[in-house]
């Protein structure tokens, strides 16, 4: 991502480099890209799992999602591949391969580029 810092404190991000810090093309004006962020678990998830820290049917590796069975001892059921996935459960919620993702990382290679592209003409889009 190009970014040109105007006075300090401000700085103007050009979707004239596409390409992610982890090396993702996620804007490109002739298709849709998908992203997907894991979530940590919510207070109510916490709070209604039989298990501490519950154990998620959710796992990830690189840009595929993995969705285990646990009726199955947690035996892989399906999986889905992205353009870039995001893994922002804490570790002692549950381990993964994947590296941590914080808010601000998935702003910074999803959001910003995709506001950049939106000001460029290019139609964006982000939604939880």
């Known amino acids: 991502m190009d970014s040109d810092v105007l006075d300090g404190s401000e700085s103007v991000?050009?979707?004239a480099s596409t390409t992610?810090?982890?090396?993702?093309r996620l804007i490109d004006r002739d298709r849709v890209c998908v992203v997907c962020r894991v979530?940590?678990?919510?207070?109510?998830?916490?709070?209604l799992?039989?298990?501490?820290?519950?154990?998620s049917v959710v796992d990830m590796e690189d840009a595929t999602v993995l969705l285990r069975d646990p009726t199955q001892?947690?035996?892989?059921?399906?999986q889905y591949t992205f353009d870039a996935c995001f893994w922002s459960v804490p570790p002692w919620?549950?381990?993964?391969?994947?590296?941590?993702?914080?808010q601000e990382d998935v702003y910074n290679e999803v959001g910003a580029p995709a506001v950049a592209?939106?000001?460029e003409g290019v139609n964006a889009?982000?939604?939880a």
Not at 73 to 78: G, I
Not at 93 to 102: L, N
Request: proline share 9%; hydrophobic share 35%; glycine share 4%.
């Open 20 to 24: 992610s810090p982890r090396g993702v």
């Open 73 to 78: 001892r947690y035996e892989l059921r399906e």
């Open 117 to 119: 592209a939106a000001l």
């Open 93 to 102: 919620q549950q381990d993964s391969v994947a590296s941590f993702a914080t």
């Open 39 to 47: 979530r940590p678990f919510n207070a109510r998830e916490l709070s």
């Open 125 to 127: 889009s982000v939604f």
């Open 13 to 15: 991000v050009s979707a």
């Open 49 to 55: 799992s039989g298990q501490s820290p519950p154990r």
